[in-house]
């Protein structure tokens, strides 16, 4: 998790996140942010999709991704963040979860797959002229690699 250095957000935790760069693909963009951010290397093959979420009023899309590793890799803020550590489920008060009031049960589903090892996809959506709030869709998968 990085503790944003900017707003939106100033001062809130966040995953690792950001915009393609012309020429890369979500998993290496996602890859690069997440080195850029925090410092950690991950490779762009080991990355599973977690979520896709529509957020229709600033016309953009976020896709999420999970990786399991194998050893904790150190870490270092990049500019964009004040900090930067891994968190457990009880380490990150609901105030200080950048965008909470928009995640739904985002947080919980996410920490609950780890526990079970039982993944899934999210399709979500907020702010469209339907639905102002948070609403999702988990469809199950079942990995092809042992992650």
């Known amino acids: 998790m990085c503790r944003r250095s900017q707003e939106p957000g100033l ?10 760069e012309k020429g890369e693909t979500l998993e290496e963009g996602a890859a690069r942010e997440t080195f850029e951010e925090s410092g950690v290397v991950v490779d762009p093959g080991d990355l599973e999709l977690h979520a896709v979420i ?3 009023a600033i ?9 399991e590793v194998a050893t904790k890799p150190a870490v270092s803020p990049g500019p964009e963040c004040l900090e930067v550590a891994f968190l457990a489920e ?3 008060p609901p105030e200080d979860l950048a965008w909470r009031i928009y995640l739904g049960n985002e947080p919980q589903r996410y920490f609950n797959e780890i526990r079970l090892r039982e993944y899934t996809i999210c399709l979500g959506a907020l702010g469209s ?8 869709r988990e469809y199950g998968i079942k ?3 042992n992650v």
């Open 11 to 20: 001062g809130k935790w966040n995953l690792p996140s950001g915009f393609l």
């Open 54 to 56: 529509n957020m229709v």
């Open 59 to 67: 016309a953009q899309v976020a896709i999420a991704f999970r990786i």
């Open 90 to 92: 009880g380490d990150i």
């Open 129 to 136: 002229s339907q639905q102002k709030e948070f609403k999702s």
């Open 143 to 145: 990995s092809v690699r």
